[in-house]
Nanobody, 117 residues
Framework: QVQLVESGGGLVQPGGSLRLSCAAS????????MGWYRQAPGKQRELVAA???????NYADSVKGRFAISRDSARSTVYLQMNSLKPEDTAVYYC???????????WGQGTQVTVSS
């Protein structure tokens, strides 16, 4: 079992920055990949950024060059640094973890990010 707790969402003006954090607990040694997804009203949930246990990263085209995913040395916390935020980045952001041994996806409770003047 893996538990994920997000923090760091909020209201920011266009062009501003926010950093999201996701703390994982439980069987963190079994996590193959962690990342961030987002879901805007009326839209499907989409991948924003992910990082594998080996440190490889990938990003949605819409956030490349603006967002950066990273993790701490214990690989128990994942961060999403979001710069040059745009109104279209407004969404609920969900932390995600994939455990290869049981092919199970774990999700956090979500944190709201609102970009508005």
């Amino acid at each position: 079992q893996v538990q994920l707790v997000e923090s760091g969402g909020g209201l920011v003006q266009p062009g501003g920055s926010l950093r999201l954090s996701c703390a994982a607990s439980g069987s963190i040694f079994s996590i193959e990949r962690m990342g961030w997804y987002r879901q805007a009203p009326g839209k499907q949930r989409e991948l924003v950024a992910a990082i594998t246990s080996g440190g490889s990263t990938n990003y949605a085209d819409s956030v490349k060059g603006r967002f950066a995913i990273s993790r701490d040395s214990a690989r128990s916390t994942v961060y999403l640094q979001m710069n040059s935020l745009k109104p279209e980045d407004t969404a609920v952001y969900y932390c995600h973890a994939f455990v290869k041994v049981n092919h199970f996806n774990y999700w956090g409770q979500g944190t709201q990010v609102t970009v508005s003047s």
